[in-house]
């Protein structure tokens, strides 16, 4: 017993000596690929969308949602407009299309829609009796399957930021066929909030799982052992974009923070902030922030004459992140803490330009995708 309790005083002297990370709380360093820029920041602004989410090309052109309205983008003699084609009794967490038009509408805190082609109006509440409260992400594999992600089994979509404070791993994957006599299955659970879906070359499924800073690769056929295909993230990833030409483009929403990471081993504190606090005032990441002086403040954060450094610790970001088929990153574009462009929460290939919506700035950002491809500096 005294051995032990010498060994690991020597342990935790050496380790406070050599600057080891005992406690679990460093976040990996943004470098390499992930190098931050400004490339985000330089693009042009298309137009202002408050709550702007959910960018997907269809037959019919470029849409996304606004809180419960699905709406039309395009561009006029003024700039980028929007149209309401469709308004929803909830808030629209996630858009996919199928090969036939159909169009798979995220319902948050009660299922997912179907509308158009032969499955127009079909409701999907429950899987399996499991409801699918919390719909965050989904792809169609062909015309009558979906490949569905379910962020949270206790909470909805919009309340993520309380599902990572209360360290869920709830979320599910699902195989669910569209036509009768279809069993679903159940491609992996136990999840911390799967927030975004693609598929990939040879049946691959890649899920990203936002508070295991991950993505990771699994098969579409049947439930299969998880495979990390891009680990240890200095940022929450979300929705996964198939590039035109190959590879894919990730959203990485907010931040990873060393302060965030301590208070989530601390539960007692956790929880009573929790408790007693409005959510947007959380030590936790945001789509936006420095909108108020009750944020909490990290000392780096501090305007000093006035001005907001780049490089300091932001509760809010805007990070796009280009990956090979194996998704492996290759280049980045980054909106840094006095930036405009934060809170990517999704990404959509219009003719040449990949469109960047910032959810949290209320912004659509174009970035020239020919340029992007062919190497240009990140």
Request: a neutral charge.
């Amino acid at each position: 017993m005294g051995g032990a309790l010498v060994i690991g005083a020597l342990h935790r002297a050496y380790a406070s000596f050599r600057g080891f990370d005992t406690a679990g709380t460093a976040v990996p360093a943004m470098d390499g690929p992930l190098t931050p820029n400004t490339q985000l920041d330089q693009a042009p602004i298309l137009g202002r969308f408050p709550r702007l989410d959910n960018l997907l090309t269809t037959p019919d052109g470029l849409i996304g949602s606004q809180g419960s309205e699905i709406v039309s983008l395009a561009a006029g003699d003024l700039g980028w407009t929007s149209r309401i084609i469709r308004t929803c009794p909830k808030p629209v967490s996630f858009l996919a299309v199928g090969p036939s038009g159909v169009l798979a509408v995220g319902q948050d805190g009660e299922g997912v829609l179907l509308v158009g082609g032969r499955h127009d109006g079909r409701m999907l509440i429950e899987v399996e009796g499991e409801r699918l409260n919390c719909p965050t992400a989904g792809a169609f594999l062909g015309a009558d399957t979906l490949i569905l992600a379910n962020g949270s089994a206790m909470l909805p979509a919009a309340e993520w930021k309380r599902d990572l404070m209360t360290k869920g791993a709830s979320g599910k994957l699902w195989r669910i066929p569209l036509t009768d006599g279809g069993k679903p299955i159940a491609l992996a659970s136990g999840l911390c909030f799967p927030s975004g879906v693609v598929l990939g070359a040879d049946s691959a499924v890649f899920v990203s799982e936002a508070w295991r800073h991950r993505v990771v690769m699994l098969q579409a056929a049947r439930a299969t052992p998880i495979v990390t295909a891009l680990g240890k993230l200095p940022a929450y990833p979300g929705r996964i974009l198939a590039a035109q030409g190959g590879g894919f483009w990730l959203a990485m929403f907010a931040p990873r923070n060393q302060l965030v990471e301590f208070v989530l081993k601390e539960t007692a504190y956790r929880d009573r902030m929790i408790d007693t606090i409005d959510t947007d005032l959380w030590i936790a990441p945001a789509l936006f922030s420095g909108v108020t002086f009750l944020e909490p403040i990290q000392g780096g954060a501090r305007k000093k004459l006035n001005t907001l450094k780049p490089w300091s610790p932001s509760w809010s970001y805007g990070l796009v992140v280009r990956c090979d088929e194996r998704m492996r990153p290759i280049a980045s574009y980054h909106s840094r803490a006095d930036g405009r462009v934060h809170g990517v929460t999704s990404l959509a290939e219009h003719g040449d330009t990949l469109m960047v919506g910032a959810q949290g700035s209320g912004v659509l950002v174009g970035l020239p995708r020919d340029p992007l491809l062919s190497g240009y500096p990140a």
